[in-house]
């Protein structure tokens, strides 16, 4: 088994090149300021070098830059079906919602949201879209009802 080191400044360079974000994208969505996040992706000076003050993140700025690296450099590989699971999963596990709970707030049978918590491909497709795409909104305001 090969373990694989993620370096958040390269991750998000490469989705850069690719053309899945730009520069301008990166700093509004962090809210981190140009010119830090310009010298992050240069790699201009590393959190991780001791001694470098003042740091070019902060510890938050930097969680948030790791974590939404790892999310668009990997996460997106991960298949669908799993997703939804998983989002159901979380939603049912971490957020205390029922399976009724789901249904009723995304409109669709309670049988759709059990069996895709168990095999998300024998839910029929209309009703799986619905469910992934109500969840993810679901996820959302349960993260920006949450403290920060």
């Known amino acids: 088994m090969t373990i694989e080191a993620h370096i958040p400044s390269e991750d998000l360079q490469a989705v850069i090149a690719a053309g899945g974000l730009s520069e301008d994208a990166l700093q509004a969505i962090t809210r981190i300021p140009a010119e830090s996040m310009a010298r992050f992706l240069r790699g201009d000076v590393s959190n991780s070098q001791p001694g470098a003050w003042p740091?070019?993140?902060?510890?938050?700025?930097?969680?948030?830059?790791?974590?939404?690296s790892a999310h668009l450099s990997e996460g997106l590989s991960?298949?669908?079906?799993?997703?939804?699971?998983?989002i159901l999963e979380s939603l049912t596990i971490e957020c205390h919602l029922t399976p009724e709970n789901i249904a009723q707030l995304v409109d669709v049978d309670v049988e759709h949201v059990e069996r895709a918590l168990l095999d998300p491909p024998a839910v029929p497709l209309d009703a799986r879209y619905r469910l992934a795409l109500r969840t993810s909104y679901i996820v959302n305001a349960v993260n920006q009802a949450r403290p920060h």
């Open 78 to 86: 991960i298949d669908d079906n799993e997703r939804l699971q998983g």
């Open 55 to 68: 740091p070019l993140l902060t510890s938050e700025e930097s969680r948030r830059v790791a974590l939404l």
